[in-house]
């Protein structure tokens, strides 16, 4: 166990504790990410860039390579065209971080849909809305930005609602399997004072307990409250439309963890508000949860099939035949640009990696599969 780094927000944790008792997960969750005076995302001037992206504690797929975003832009069209084509038809980006993807898919979009598209670009950190707003003029799009789309009126919004890895950083609960049944993990402060610690208690509401995936004796599991309650809003904000969802996939949500500086941090209690604090998303929970509002489920299945089915090989030979191009005209220069971008391109669909993330699709008052699980065989590979 690790003494907890003193800061002014592991400080007020601690001082909370030992005045009202250990508190969820969920709840250290919330705070240690999103606490506007020390939180993860929150972090003043430290990384002028934020937590995401190359110059950040991680990156995501439409950091790594702007044909995701090309190829999501493909999808994005497709479900205009499943929708009849409606004017306004709207992007809600859920977790839009710094806008990166946003601008790709706006800038990927056909001319037709172009002149009736506008986004809602929702993101909760103040530091990630400002570099939005400096995004913006880029975007090219009428574009709205939300604090979060729970602000969004109910039924309003005919088109999609995107999130890309944003339900494995939504606050989740956890849960042990224990001879007596389930009980719930807390985070409290251990004997003497020095550490945080994780605690058993009873299960802390009826809700935790419907949702939690089936776990033997001594197993844990994240259970998503976080990743449900977000459905609750798409699904209630969208009058007919498709979600889309991309996230790390795991049995029982997997092994809790974080990133800071591209580097794992294997616990995440010993400086709240140091790195970030995820697990991988038990899908069936998702699925489960989806079909109880009545959604059309498709999938999941993995990146690297969903991106195939989009036409990332074509995209990829394209990049190929400008690197011999570029090499024919003697401009060595483009052609190693154009090589790399062929290999940061191979990243979104490499096995082990962002290839096996899952992409779930969900859709209200909509019967048409997808185009990125038309025709995918097979689910995603699940992972503890």
């Not at 191979?346 to 990125?372: H, I």
Request: aromatic letters at 6%; one cysteine or more.
């Amino acid at each position: 166990m690790m003494t907890v780094v003193s800061t002014p927000l592991t400080d007020r944790l601690v001082r909370r504790i030992e005045r009202s008792g250990p508190i969820t997960f969920a709840d250290f969750m919330s705070l240690a990410l999103y606490d506007r005076d020390g939180g993860f995302y929150e972090r003043g001037a430290e990384l002028a860039s934020g937590a995401i992206g190359a110059d950040g504690d991680f990156v995501t797929s439409p950091h790594v390579s702007p044909l995701f975003g090309t190829l999501l832009a493909r999808q994005v069209g497709e479900f205009d065209e499943l929708l009849g084509a409606p004017a306004p038809f709207t992007v809600i980006e859920a977790g839009a971080g710094d806008g990166t993807l946003a601008e790709v898919i706006a800038g990927s979009l056909p001319s037709p849909l172009r002149d009736r598209a506008a986004f809602v670009l929702a993101e909760r950190t103040a530091r990630h809305r400002a570099l939005i707003e400096k995004r913006r003029p880029h975007i090219g799009l009428p574009t709205r930005v939300v604090d979060d789309i729970d602000s969004l009126e109910p039924a309003s919004v005919d088109g999609c609602v995107l999130a890309n890895e944003l339900l494995d950083n939504l606050p989740f609960h956890l849960v042990r399997g224990a001879p007596g049944g389930l009980v719930e993990l807390y985070v409290g402060v251990a004997a003497g004072g020095a550490a945080l610690a994780l605690l058993e208690g009873p299960v802390s509401s009826a809700g935790v307990e419907r949702l939690s995936p089936p776990v033997h004796a001594g197993e844990e599991a994240a259970v998503p409250t976080g990743a449900v309650g977000f459905l609750d809003a798409a699904a209630a904000t969208l009058r007919r439309g498709y979600v889309l969802l991309i996230d790390y996939a795991a049995t029982l949500g997997g092994a809790v963890h974080g990133y800071r500086g591209q580097g794992v941090v294997a616990d995440v209690l010993a400086n709240p508000g140091a790195s970030d604090v995820t697990a991988g998303v038990d899908m069936d929970v998702v699925v489960a949860h989806a079909r109880r509002l009545g959604l059309r489920v498709w999938g999941p299945v993995a990146q690297r099939d969903a991106l195939a089915a989009l036409g990332f090989a074509d995209q990829l030979e394209m990049l190929r035949r400008e690197q011999v191009a570029s090499l024919d005209r003697g401009r060595g220069t483009e052609a190693v640009r154009a090589y790399s971008a062929r290999g940061a391109a191979r990243l979104l669909v490499e096995p082990g990696g962002l290839g096996d993330f899952a992409v779930l699709c969900l859709g209200k008052d909509v019967d048409a599969t997808p185009r990125c699980i038309r025709g995918v065989e097979g689910e995603v590979r699940t992972k503890r």
